[in-house]
């Protein structure tokens, strides 16, 4: 079975500074889906970026980017310019790439931004 | 375009008590699921469903029931409800060409 694991349980960032949250998952699989997912205090959960494994590109989403590492099994987020609005928990998840399958999360890193 | 309405947004039951927590959704996904959201314990899967008339258990199923009976709605049925229960509850359904999870708002229950 897939596991995710978040190793950061909380972050602390400046303003306009950047940060980077980190996520190693575990996996026998080739082919599969990556996600950042943001839960400011509303509990919403907020799609932030998208990575297919097939793809060396790195997504990028405005002032949010990964890095992924395939062998590494590792898929980091990095927010630029951080904002007040980005602090929220930030969840990274997995999903095979077989259809109809579960998304695997990681217990989540709780981002605070300092004015 | 509703995307995933979920009710109630906040209900509190007492042990032993039964409900249902509603989930639809308007975008003709045939991948839904249910979560948990526990402090520190990240969004655990309860159940989920790949179509209408079929189900699966997820992580953690025990004291929870669902049904399919139509594409777009998924329904979470607590049979006896427990303190254990407590905890905010998500349904989500799935894009089936992006493989995207879009979530509900969520239902945070409180048994006592």
């Known amino acids: 079975a897939q596991t995710v694991t978040q190793s950061q349980p909380e972050m602390s960032v400046q303003e306009a500074e950047t940060v980077t949250l980190s996520c190693t998952y575990d996996t026998s699989e080739s082919d599969y889906y990556l996600f950042w997912y943001k839960q400011p205090p509303s509990r919403q959960m907020i799609l932030v970026i998208r990575?297919?494994?097939?793809?060396?590109q790195n997504a990028t989403e405005n002032r949010f980017s990964v890095n992924f590492q395939k062998a590494a099994k590792s898929f980091s987020l990095k927010i630029s310019d951080s904002q007040l609005g980005d602090a929220a928990m930030y969840f990274c998840?997995?999903?095979?790439?077989?259809?109809?399958?579960?998304?695997?999360f990681g217990k989540g890193t709780r981002l605070s931004v300092i004015a | 375009n509703a995307g995933v309405t979920q009710t109630p947004k906040f209900q509190v039951l007492k042990t032993g008590q039964s409900m249902t927590l509603q989930c639809a959704q308007d975008?003709?996904?045939?991948?839904m699921s249910w979560y948990r959201q526990d402090p520190g314990m990240g969004l655990r899967l309860i159940h989920y469903s790949v179509g209408a008339g079929i189900t699966d258990q997820g992580e953690v199923p025990n004291g929870y029931n669902v049904s399919r009976s139509t594409t777009e709605d998924f329904p979470l049925r607590l049979l006896s409800a427990a303190p254990s229960q407590t905890s905010v509850y998500f349904c989500?359904?799935?894009?089936?060409?992006?493989?995207?999870?879009?979530f509900g708002p969520g239902t945070r229950l409180t048994v006592l």
């Open positions: 998840a997995y999903r095979s790439w077989a259809g109809n399958t579960p998304l695997v």
């Open positions: 989500a359904s799935t894009h089936p060409e992006t493989d995207t999870q879009y």
């Open positions: 990575q297919e494994a097939y793809k060396q």
């Open positions: 975008m003709n996904h045939e991948y």
